[in-house]
């Protein structure tokens, strides 16, 4: 740091304390208006002012309710809590008199959905539904911190211009969209600050250590989960939204950047193509709205550049597909209270009241056009229902086959989504693979959110603009290894409405004195499995094709059958009999008291059933990790399989016993100290032990000494996120239970692993024309085709890509579980690469 640097921070230090103490009117609009006693300012109501300190979210919450208590305009509706038991809370304010008609105003919105009705609405009167949703990003802190001031501001002033808002409008604000990560970012900056400001932008204050406040409990970016809704807060987020369908959505977050604030529009060509033509329009006409509060203040800005509106499972750009006009807003961000970075002083004050500033510029755009946006609305589901009786594919055919449980996550999805699911009417063929109307399913395109159904399943292997800032593919059906076909007529094949997944028929489940059986095929068999493992009950996996009589049928059993046997077990015949009926009711999946020993090709005792241990996983975290796939894993076993993980860091693994942990899970690029590595060498040839280890960490695996992985070509181009096909070996223990021939992996960034020199290592490779969706460069999609995805060896398990990509991979994390239960059936041979 030079003198001069120093003296000049040393000297704005001594009044900095004056001038970010910020009152209410920093951060509200100037005007002729009057602010009503009665509703409490945010430091009338928590004693200090808004962003004299980072909000906590149990404040936020009590002044949301308090604003609600205190104003007619005001309704604070809580719906659902996070993983940590934090309330969602979303604010609808309008005036009073429309408080009183909120079911009718809600219901005509609705209609602008419905070309059949829209026509016959009184769209000159109509109030626009707006929305405004803050720091889904929780260490993107002045969101939160600014609704505060607006919905204070909408609450409380009294005058002419507000009334017409109100009037004219049904503001919905969602005051913090990541409520666990926004006071996980609170607590560490109100903890770590110093009250003599400290400008240094290396000061603990603004060193956040991660897993940082941006995710959520487990890590997930919020913000990417808009389409496969794996979370609680998108879930409930959803709820509102559609019951709302709100016309004008906002976004609010911070960048890295102190080039100055972004707003919509983005970069021209990476839109996604379903987006109605006239969107961007009316995007540029919003944003010259920005753009003169910005002048009048100051602010220098920017727009078309930087940020993309492809990937439309974002909260800018999910609107896009329904009706409405989605802005991002991007401020530059201070981390902290106030720093300096690049020669810029960056005060938390100030970027809170850039973003009041840029929520007031929308609402005065909303009210300004509002018939035009919701005359917009209505014309983009009028092209919608065009777009679907024109287009040639009418709608996908859909079969998990017995994978009820897989069935029904993909209906919470589009049930999200408000898509309507329907069951099959009768069997039929289409492409060679047969659909039965039992366990088969129709998706119509001719819904309401037709677009939203397309995005989710459309295939895209041709782009204008091959630069993206996030995925360039995320089509949901392939994501999930579920079969599906296009049709091109829906005609005599759509039956009832599915409210329910269809499920399993239970049937009665007799003692049995020999064994119970039950295939992995159903996506939540492994359930079973882990209780049965954790209960101390003896179980074995046959790892052959088992065909054998129950009673006068005989049954065909797929290599990876679970067989449970009765003899030699801590529990009795009759309380073993107790926990598995109690099984055989609770699940989608079909379990089978055996009546004989016999098989066919081989016996129940055989040694074809080989022994299974349960897993004792340690999930290594800290300095190196990739957090963002690490919580994917953390999520997949917590919440889906309910199977116990501990989360270790790094910097630990010298000092505690390996040997209590039989899994080591490894995902990103580690850098041990070598007693480290050797201990981990020393533990990982233990026959019962397995590190599994995600992309980059094979550099980890090497350095340990137990394989010797190469890139195939280092300099390979960066991969922006691509669905590709890999084909495999049935017999891996890796592919248990998976009845499907194909499987989609969904690969990002630059590795590549060269061809195993080792025999029967390579359990799954490229396909050799790889590409099913996405932007993949020539060059790569030869350097990739045929090469290994995943490889397994001694003491190994290796992932080249993340097989829980968000949360909603279904068919390749299955492969994971996999790896988990069957590691010791892994051939004992060292994994070498070209």
Not at 389 to 418: D, F, P, Q, T
Not at 665 to 682: A, F, H, T
Request: charged share 20%; glycine share 6%; hydrophobic share 35%.
């Amino acid at each position: 740091m030079t003198v001069k640097k120093y003296f000049l921070i040393a000297f704005l230090s001594l009044f900095i304390t004056t001038i970010n103490a910020q009152g209410i009117k920093h951060y509200i609009p100037q005007g002729d208006y009057t602010l009503n006693p009665q509703v409490p300012s945010p430091k009338e109501f928590l004693g200090f002012e808004v962003g004299e300190h980072h909000i906590s979210h149990d404040l936020l919450i009590s002044y949301m309710r308090a604003l609600s208590k205190s104003s007619d305009r005001v309704i604070a509706k809580e719906i659902g809590t996070t993983y940590e038991g934090r309330p969602l809370i979303f604010m609808i304010i309008t005036s009073a008199e429309n408080q009183k008609n909120l079911d009718k105003i809600k219901e005509r919105q609705l209609m602008l959905t419905d070309p059949s009705k829209s026509s016959s609405l009184p769209i000159k009167e109509m109030p626009l539904v707006m929305w405004f949703g803050y720091s889904v990003h929780g260490n993107e802190a002045s969101g939160v911190n600014a609704s505060m001031a607006v919905a204070y501001y909408l609450a409380a002033a009294q005058g002419a211009e507000v009334d017409k808002i109100l009037k004219n409008s049904v503001i919905i604000i969602q005051p913090a969209q990541n409520p666990d990560g926004i006071n996980r970012f609170a607590d560490w900056v109100n903890s770590s600050r110093s009250y003599s400001y400290v400008l240094d932008q290396f000061s603990r204050e603004f060193r956040e250590p991660a897993p940082s406040g941006r995710s959520n409990h487990y890590w997930f970016d919020l913000n990417r989960d808009w389409l496969p809704v794996q979370h609680p807060e998108t879930r409930h987020r959803l709820k509102i939204f559609m019951d709302w369908h709100p016309t004008l959505v906002n976004d609010y977050h911070e960048q890295g950047s102190t080039n100055g604030t972004y707003f919509s529009p983005g970069i021209k060509n990476s839109t996604n193509p379903l987006a109605p033509e006239l969107n961007r329009k009316l995007t540029e006409d919003i944003s010259l709205y920005h753009a003169k509060a910005m002048n009048e203040d100051g602010v220098l800005f920017f727009t078309k550049e930087g940020y993309d509106n492809f990937y439309t499972g974002k909260g800018a750009s999910y609107p896009d597909m329904l009706g409405a006009i989605g802005i991002l807003y991007e401020q530059p961000s201070s981390r902290g209270h106030i720093q300096s970075r690049n020669g810029v002083l960056l005060k938390f004050t100030d970027i809170i009241r850039y973003q009041a500033l840029c929520t007031y510029s929308a609402i005065n755009a909303g009210i300004d056009k509002r018939e035009e946006l919701n005359r917009f609305k209505a014309d983009s589901y009028r092209e919608s229902q065009d777009m679907a009786r024109k287009g040639a594919v009418k709608g996908y055919v859909i079969s998990a086959g017995s994978n009820i449980s897989l069935i029904k996550e993909l209906n919470n999805i589009l049930s999200a989504h408000s898509i309507n699911l329907y069951e099959l009417q009768r069997d039929i063929t289409i492409n060679g693979k047969s659909f039965n109307s039992k366990n088969s399913y129709v998706l119509p395109l001719a819904q309401r959110e037709y677009r939203l159904i397309r995005t989710l399943f459309d295939k895209t292997t041709s782009y204008i603009d091959t630069t993206f800032y996030d995925v360039s593919a995320w089509t949901l059906p392939l994501a999930m290894n579920i079969i599906y076909q296009e049709l091109l007529s829906t005609e005599g094949l759509v039956g009832e409405k599915v409210v329910k997944v269809r499920e399993r028929i239970r049937t009665e489940l007799p003692l049995s004195k020999l064994a119970y059986l039950f295939e992995l095929s159903d996506l939540y068999s492994y359930k079973i499995l882990y209780d049965l493992l954790n209960r101390g009950v003896a179980v074995r996996v046959g790892d052959k094709p088992l065909r054998i009589s129950i009673g006068d049928r005989e049954l065909s059993l797929s290599a990876g059958a679970i067989m449970v046997p009765v003899r030699g077990q801590q529990l009795s015949e009759a309380e073993l009999h107790k926990v598995i009926l109690q099984h055989s009711q609770d699940s989608e999946t079909d379990i089978y008291s055996a009546t004989s020993s016999f098989g066919v090709e081989f016996d129940l005792g055989s040694a074809h059933f080989k022994r299974v241990s349960i897993p004792k996983i340690a999930l290594i975290v800290g300095r190196g990790v990739s957090y963002g796939s690490m919580g994917e894993l953390w999520h997949l076993l917590d919440q889906k399989y309910s199977i116990p993980a501990s989360i270790i860091d790094a910097s630990l693994l010298s000092e505690i016993d390996l040997n209590q942990y039989n899994t080591i899970v490894l995902s990103g690029n580690y850098r041990l100290p070598k007693e480290v590595n050797d201990k981990l060498k020393n533990w990982s040839l233990m026959s019962s032990n397995a590190i599994i280890a995600i992309d980059q960490s094979f550099n980890t695996l090497n350095e340990i000494g137990i394989t010797d992985i190469k890139e195939r070509s280092p300099g390979v181009e960066n991969i922006s996120g691509v669905i590709l096909k890999a084909t495999f070996s049935n017999e891996s223990p890796i592919f248990y239970g998976v009845s499907s021939n194909e499987l989609f992996l969904f690969k990002r960034g630059r590795t590549i692993i060269s061809e195993s020199v080792t025999p029967g290592s390579t359990v799954a490779k490229y396909a050799d024309k790889p590409l099913k969706s996405g932007y993949l460069p020539n060059l790569t999609n030869e350097t990739i085709k045929g090469m290994p995805a995943i490889l397994a060896g001694n003491g190994v398990i290796y992932f080249c890509d993340a097989p829980n990509f968000r949360g909603y991979w279904y068919g390749a994390s299955r492969l994971f579980i996999n790896s988990l239960f069957f590691r010791e059936l892994i051939p004992s041979t060292k994994i070498q690469t070209k």
